[in-house]
Structures are given as C-alpha cells and as structure tokens.
C-alpha cells in the first residue's frame, strides 16, 4: 500500500473514531462499540507507524536514486582513493593511508581515515533528508574536531525604552545581561558491518557506507535533539534547562495528570508570542497524536486535520505536526507531551571531522567488512522564549 492509500485510510479510520465519540458523547459507551473503538485506535497506531515508516523509506530511496545519478561525474584522485579505501582491500588502504593529509591513528591495519570533505559534505544532505528537525532547526555551519563554537544568548531581556523630554537623558538599562552557550564536537561512535560482496566493488562501497552511516547517525541524532541532556551530546527540546528552554516556558493549565485538553493546547500555542507564531511547528509522539486526534474546540471543530497528501505534514490548530518515536509518550503526571515553537531558534552545527576505521580482517569469516566511525556535532534551543513545552499537570 503506498502513502496516499495509508493516510486515505487513516482519515477514514480517524473519522469512524470520532463518530463514535460523538455517538457516545456524554453517555457510557456499550461494550460492544468499546471493542470496535479499541479495534480502531489499534489501526490508527498501525497506519501511523506504516506512514512514518513509508515516508523514511521514500526519503532513503530518494538518497539511493541520488547516489546512483552523482556517479556520472569522474571523481577527482582523492575521492577515489577513499572509495577505493572503503572496499576493505589492505592495497587501497595504504594507499590513501600514504596521503597523510587525510589520515588519523597509526593502527598497522587500517588506521582512522579522514574522509575528504565532498563524502562528508553529501553525508550532511543525507542526514538533512532523512531528519525533520535537521529541516526545522537552524544548520549553521561547522565546528573542527578540536574547537568550540561560542553563542551568546539574553540571560535576562532589557526593560523597554521609555518617552523622555527632548533635553533629558537617556535612562541607562540596568537589567539585560548576558550568557555564552558553547557548541562543541561531540563524539558520536558507531560500528557497522557490511558484506565484502555487496562493497566489492568502489562505487558500491562508497554509496553504501555513506547511506547506513546517515541512516545510524540519524537515529542517534533524532534521540538527542528530543531528550539529549547536553552532556557530551546535543540538548534536546524535552529537556528542561535554563541553556536550553526552561522550566519557565512549560505549560500545563487546563490539562489533566495523564490527558492533555483542547484549552491546554490553546494556552499553549498563545503563550508564544506574535513573532515566533509564522515558523512555528509542533513535536509529539503519534501515542500524544492519537490522543489529540479525538479533540475539539468550543466550536465543535477538531484540532487535528490529518494530511491526505505525500509531503504534507498533518496540522494541529493550524501548524504542522511532526512525529518522532523519541518524543515522550508516557501520559501521566508532571510529563512532558509536546513542544511547540519556531525551531529556527534550535541551532545545529557539524564538525569538520568524520573519522573512519576500516575493519578489514576482523569479520572476514563472515564475509563482512566492519566500518567503525566517528561523528562530531552538536545542537541545542538558543533561545527559550520561541518554545513552549506542553506539560501534564
């Protein structure tokens, strides 16, 4: 079944549920229709996540077709060379080990490879694609392994300018002040292994490597961006911190200890101000989509209106909803269940650096080549008040 026909069926799974809440509503639902309303809502769970899986899978054979359309160019000598180097083949090793520019280490096997900046550089579009929040957030540019990037953020904003006689003087701000956040190369490692046969041969070995790294860097990355706590990997937006988003832009009036309400999510989306609203999007787990799914306004009308097209995000009071599987999902007391706010203010930086070690002997009884590799980067919110969490009292 192709994405159209599962979000065509998830709108017609979706409004069978709300009939049946408007059937029942106010009155004790029979046990009957409880079967079928859990029958329904165990579809729904299974039409998102055959959505979210169908549209991951669209983007990496997007990657794939890409790959295959950038071998047409010649490769300049050091491109080459690396792929020729990821075939696991102890000749082509040595010889870009021999070009000290783009090597590390010193292990008599294969060392840690510096790969050259147009690998690195594709594998930063893949990650682009295959990430919504590398999408949403703000990439500005790239950190070397060995240095931090500094950015000052208002600790404490200016009170406002006042109207003064035209002989009086300016009344001097006594209350902005400011702090420094540091982005810094943190040290992402990963090891994979791949079949000699399927990498045999350069070409191969470069677009393959390339893709599963993406897809494990990816993973990893979408982890941290939502609960990382900036310890030696980036700061997520579920994380309460004052160098991230605060406790003070968490809003729980009017939800329940374990459901979020239409007037809680209303707070929220209007506890942010005029000029964070244009940009601003939501991030939920589809568990907390399913719930708000079933929610209305005072008008009567639902809150959620779910995309019928590829590419088309659904809408929650009128601004997109991603899903992530990172995203908190537990429903009870004190939880976070979404966050809300214009993620130009979520900075990611890349360091220039992306180490590869070539396994070429240790999996060869199985056939397989192993590629153990290093990524640095980091991300974080830079600016609390363009964010609001939605929180469960």
């Known amino acids: 079944m192709n994405i159209f026909d599962l979000k065509q069926e998830r709108a017609e799974v979706t409004k069978a549920i709300r009939d049946m809440m408007d059937k029942y509503d106010g009155k004790e639902m029979d046990g009957a229709d409880k079967d079928t309303l859990g029958n329904l809502e165990a579809r729904f769970d299974s039409l998102n996540d055959s959505i979210l899986a169908e549209e991951k899978q669209i983007e990496r054979e997007k990657l794939v077709n890409g790959s295959v359309e950038k071998k047409a160019p010649l490769k300049d000598e050091r491109m080459q060379m690396f792929a020729n180097a990821l075939t696991g083949k102890a000749e082509d090793i040595a010889r870009f080990k021999n070009d000290v520019n783009y090597t590390l ?139 991230g988003i605060p406790t003070t832009r968490d809003v729980s009036t009017d939800n329940g200890t374990t459901y979020v309400t239409a007037d809680g999510l209303l707070n929220a989306k209007y506890t942010l101000k005029q000029q964070y609203l244009a940009n601003a999007s939501w991030v ?17 009308n639902y809150l959620w209106i779910p995309s019928m097209r590829d590419g088309q995000p659904d809408t929650l009071l009128g601004h997109p909803v991603f899903m992530s599987e990172y995203a908190p999902n537990t429903s009870t007391t004190g939880q976070y269940v979404a966050v809300f706010g ?35 980067g980091d991300g974080a919110p830079v600016l609390g008040e363009a964010f609001v969490r939605v929180k469960l009292t």
């Open 105 to 243: 280490g010193t292990n008599a096997t294969a060392g840690y490879l510096t790969a050259p900046m147009e690998f690195r550089d594709e594998l930063i579009k893949e990650l682009d694609n295959l990430l919504f929040m590398r999408t949403l957030a703000r990439n500005i540019g790239t950190i070397g392994a060995s240095q931090s990037l500094g950015f000052p953020y208002r600790a404490t904003a200016a009170a406002d300018a006042q109207w003064v006689s035209e002989v009086a003087a300016a009344p001097e701000e006594q209350a902005l002040a400011y702090g420094q956040r540091e982005f810094k190369p943190n040290r992402m490692a990963k090891l994979i292994k791949l079949s000699k046969t399927l990498v045999s041969h350069s070409d191969m070995a470069e677009r393959v490597v390339k893709e599963e790294m993406a897809y494990r860097i990816a993973v990893t990355q979408e982890n941290a961006y939502m609960t990382g706590n900036g310890s030696g990997k980036p700061l997520g937006i579920f994380t309460a911190s004052n160098d």
């Open 284 to 300: 939920m787990h589809r568990d907390i989509v399913k719930q708000i799914a079933k929610l209305k306004d005072s008008d009567n």
């Open 342 to 376: 214009d993620f130009n203010y979520y900075w990611i930086v890349d360091a220039d650096a992306l180490e590869v070690q070539i396994l070429n002997e240790l999996y060869a009884v199985t056939n397989q080549v192993g590629y153990l590799y290093n990524y640095f």
